[in-house]
């Protein structure tokens, strides 16, 4: 099967840079994404990546290494808004994905 | 365009009776996706459909549950008989073809209680 591991809450500053990783287990997959979800809402798409090394999409940016079967999310200039659960996913085959079980994220004044 | 449509968005029901969550997926994409999303067990999918066929139903819980999607634009997941333990935040989600986008697009969800 498939698994991944994220811990379960990160807190962090206005203005600040902070990670959050995720760890996986799988014996094949497409690529990993990363979701953002706000409190009693639907989960929204951040990124993706298919391939080793950083994707970077405005303040986020996410990384993957196959072969240490990890990968992180990167917030600068963290914003209040930040503050929400953040999912990472394996991709496979279909467009199947596989969440983990998500990180709370608090961005403190 | 109107995103990923669910309806109810929530919904009361007592132990026993059969409850039907439905869903519109974004018009034109070819994939749609049941999720269930619990504190305990996170987001978990439970169906799903590539061009209104059924792919992989492997996180189906139980009988219990059935999922249909009789054309490109409607999608319905049952529950008969309901039970407390079904309650949970349901959402569907709909994608282009897989390999044109991996991006998936979550509607609002239905917050289903069984009591």
């Known amino acids: 099967g498939q698994s991944l591991e994220q811990p379960s809450e990160v807190t962090a500053v206005e203005g600040a840079i902070v990670q959050i990783n995720c760890t996986y287990q799988?014996?094949?997959?497409?690529?990993l994404s990363w979701y953002q979800q706000h409190d009693g809402g639907a989960p929204t798409f951040l990124s993706y990546?298919?391939?080793?090394g950083l994707e970077e999409t405005g303040r986020f940016s996410s990384f993957l290494s196959r072969s240490d079967s990890y990968g992180y999310l990167l917030l600068q200039e963290l914003q209040m808004k930040d503050s929400a659960s953040y999912f990472c996913?394996?991709?496979?085959?279909?467009?199947?994905?596989?969440f983990g079980q998500g990180t709370e994220l608090s961005v403190k004044p | 365009d109107a995103g990923v449509i669910q309806s109810p968005r929530h919904e009361v029901t007592e132990m026993g009776q059969e409850v039907t969550l439905r869903c519109k997926p974004i018009?034109?994409?070819?994939?749609l996706f049941w999720y269930r999303q619990t504190m305990m067990r996170g987001l978990e999918l439970l169906i799903y459909?590539?061009?209104?066929?059924?792919?992989?139903d492997s996180g189906m819980p139980e009988d219990r549950f059935s999922a249909k999607m009789p054309n490109a634009s409607f999608s319905t997941l049952k529950i008969q008989p309901s039970e407390p333990r079904d309650s949970a935040v349901y959402f569907c989600?709909?994608?282009?073809?897989?390999?044109?986008?991996?991006?998936?697009?979550f509607g609002p969800g239905t917050r289903l209680t069984v009591t």
């Open positions: 459909f590539n061009n209104n066929v059924p792919i992989d």
């Open positions: 990546n298919a391939l080793d």
């Open positions: 996913a394996l991709y496979n085959q279909g467009g199947k994905l596989i």
């Open positions: 989600a709909s994608s282009p073809m897989a390999g044109q986008s991996y991006e998936q697009y």
């Open positions: 799988t014996s094949g997959f497409y690529g």
């Open positions: 018009s034109g994409h070819n994939s």
